[in-house]
């Protein structure tokens, strides 16, 4: 690792767009193409949002992110949250499921995190919350970080 961050926000959804300017100025430092740091944004958006929406739908609590650069310049991100937690991943990552009443969401996060990453790797224990983990490998024009 070369370097790292830590933030921690309460999960109200004003702190969505804080979260993912975050991230996307720390990603920065390897100067990113447009479309890589779109994309980062897009990716830890969806992220928080599943915190904000599922894992605390009912009430207000700390969202945890934690984000590195690799020497290979590879940035690894990590959501976690103390949520209502996710009992069955595999389903939870099924293009278009979701746990919205009445179809409130379109349930394609994780996959629109998965169309945008190299990897997309998912923890979860109900009742104990979720951490997702991005990797995205970058392009970096930028030597020495």
Request: hydrophobic share 35%; charged share 25%.
């Amino acid at each position: 690792m070369t370097n790292s961050m830590k933030l921690q926000f309460e999960s109200r959804s004003c702190n969505e767009g804080f979260a993912r300017t975050a991230v996307a100025a720390f990603a920065a430092l390897l100067d990113p193409t447009y479309e890589e740091l779109s994309d980062i944004k897009t990716a830890v958006s969806e992220a928080v949002t599943n915190c904000i929406v599922h894992a605390y739908a009912e009430r207000l609590d700390s969202i945890y992110i934690t984000a590195q650069i690799r020497e290979e310049g590879t940035l690894v991100v990590k959501i976690r949250d103390r949520g209502c937690g996710i009992a069955d991943i595999e389903k939870a990552m099924e293009p278009l499921y979701t746990t919205s009443p009445e179809g409130e969401r379109a349930g394609l996060g994780f996959a629109v995190m998965q169309s945008l990453c190299d990897r997309v790797a998912v923890r979860s224990k109900p009742g104990q919350g979720t951490t997702v983990t991005l990797y995205k490998k970058l392009k970096s024009r930028q030597q020495g970080i």
